[in-house]
């Protein structure tokens, strides 16, 4: 739709339809949409700008992907990690098996050892017992 003949819309006096619901408007209130570039009433331009247009399973996949970004890398790798601390520089990492390479902050081999957290107390804790 080009500009004059959305001004002759806009000049007009009678209602004229949103192009999503259909619903006449009087042509004042109607909004163009930037992207579809279609007359929409305000209902319609907010369910659009929203986005409550995407499909469920893609709002869905989305969320997860939101929910695992979030996550720290431990929880991710959830029990398959194992928690690794450098005995020089004290950075802690999560690798998945055994690590038998450099700390990836200082640079410096043979400094790396499983770390002693909580959950690792309490195992050795549970095998002794």
Known sequence: MD?????????????VPCDRCNQEFNPQVLRTHWKEKKLLCEGCFSVVQTGKLIAPEIKREISEIKKRRSMSVADRLGARGVNYECKLCGYKFVRIGDWKG????????????????????VKEVDEIV
């Open 3 to 15: 500009a004059s003949a959305v001004l002759k819309l806009f000049q007009q006096e009678e209602g």
């Open 102 to 121: 450099k700390c990836p902050y200082c640079d410096r081999a043979n400094c790396i050892v499983p770390a002693i957290t909580a959950a690792t107390l």
